[in-house]
């Protein structure tokens, strides 16, 4: 199982950010995917979910980014998404993409996010 994130990096208040999380060595479709983020000095933190096919691509939002962030995937690709917008100071962190694989977990190496004017 390999996750790879791309699309981190500085952007201002109020702006927009896409991250991808390209997967392989496993059924894609199958597994719920996540996102997390940790800030400097804090815990890892769940951002977003979205279920597999079996579970109709259901999502789940931390509080803190409901309404701003918007989770989804491209089966076709192999791909989750995270539509970042609205962005704050506070969603600086490093982004990292989860998946849970025949009960093993696999984190991808993260992916730099920093909100600043």
């Known amino acids: 199982v390999q996750l790879v994130e791309s699309g981190g990096g500085l952007v201002q208040p109020g702006g927009s950010l896409r991250l991808s999380c390209a997967a392989s060595?496993?059924?894609?479709?199958?597994?719920?995917m996540k996102w997390y983020r940790q800030a400097p000095g804090s815990e890892r933190d769940l951002v977003a979910t979205?279920?597999?096919?079996?579970?109709?691509?259901?999502?789940y939002y931390a509080d803190s980014v409901k309404g701003r962030f918007t989770i989804s995937r491209d089966n076709a690709k192999n791909t989750v998404y995270l539509q970042m917008n609205s962005l704050k100071p506070e969603d600086t962190a490093v982004y990292y993409c989860?998946?849970?694989?025949?009960?093993?977990?696999?984190w991808g190496q993260g992916t730099q996010v920093t909100v600043s004017s």
């Open positions: 989860n998946a849970l694989v025949r009960y093993a977990v696999y």
């Open positions: 060595g496993f059924t894609f479709s199958s597994y719920a």
């Open positions: 979205i279920s597999g096919s079996s579970a109709g691509g259901s999502t």
